[in-house]
């Protein structure tokens, strides 16, 4: 089954404690991406990748990191979480980000993150 | 400033009633707009994808419109279930070389029994 994974699903951590999100699709995607969704307000880019080692930040980067080693995998890491990235994170891939392709992107179940 | 405005933010409706939802933006420039749907707790769905010189594409019962001159969109639903209630968010897609998305906030829809 096509899908995009992520893991875990819900994560409760203390400021500073460093953790990582798992993103994992199976579509061969090029692109990958990284959201967040907040109340109020509509879903934000964290970092998004056009391709193997290639990646760039999004709308809202602060606090992150990602890497992009293998095409299917497309980690989040917080080095030192705090209460402010409290929210639910969405992962989403689609074939290609290329100028005029409508290619559909697929998201993620999500991870609800909690930071105390 | 690229934006993407949705109205109404909220709705409820009888089961078996239409509902238009409506979406308005400002990005340039415009490459496509796409729906999705978004059930609680549950990573967006996409319903539609319409480029410039789409005006309108249906899914199922979903119906959505795009009028590119005043850069507003619509989504039909049509006869509706219980399981439509869900948030639906309208996305815009520019080129910068290649394409980036703005996302709208979502309308929330509850289909009441």
């Known amino acids: 089954e096509a899908q995009v994974t992520q893991n875990p699903r819900y994560l409760i951590t203390v400021t500073g404690k460093k953790l990582t999100v798992t993103c994992s699709q199976n579509?061969?995607?090029?692109?990958m991406s990284w959201y967040r969704q907040d109340p109020g307000l509509g879903l934000r880019q964290i970092y998004y990748s056009m391709n193997v080692e290639v990646t760039d930040k999004g709308d809202v980067p602060e606090g992150y990191k990602v890497s992009r080693k293998e095409k299917r995998n497309f980690p989040l890491i917080l080095e030192s979480p705090s209460p402010n990235q409290t929210s639910l994170y969405f992962c989403?891939?689609?074939?290609?980000?290329?100028?005029?392709?409508?290619?559909?992107?697929?998201f993620g179940p999500g991870t609800r993150l909690t930071v105390l | 400033k690229n934006q993407v405005e949705q109205s109404p933010q909220s709705l409820i409706i009888l089961e078996g009633k239409n509902c238009t939802l409506q979406c308005n933006y400002t990005v340039s420039p415009f490459s496509n707009l796409r729906w999705y749907k978004q059930d609680t707790g549950r990573g967006p769905v996409s319903l539609t994808i319409?480029?410039?010189?789409?005006n309108t594409k249906s899914n199922g019962r979903y119906t959505a419109t795009l009028d590119a001159d005043t850069k507003q969109s619509s989504l039909h639903i049509t006869a509706s279930q219980l399981s439509d209630s869900a948030s639906y968010i309208c996305?815009?897609?520019?080129?910068?070389?290649?394409?980036?998305?703005?996302f709208g906030t979502g309308t929330r829809l509850l289909v009441s029994p």
């Open positions: 319409m480029t410039f010189s789409e």
């Open positions: 989403a891939s689609s074939l290609s980000s290329s100028r005029g392709r409508t290619d559909t992107q697929y």
């Open positions: 996305v815009v897609s520019f080129n910068t070389g290649f394409q980036k998305l703005v």
């Open positions: 579509m061969n995607h090029e692109y």
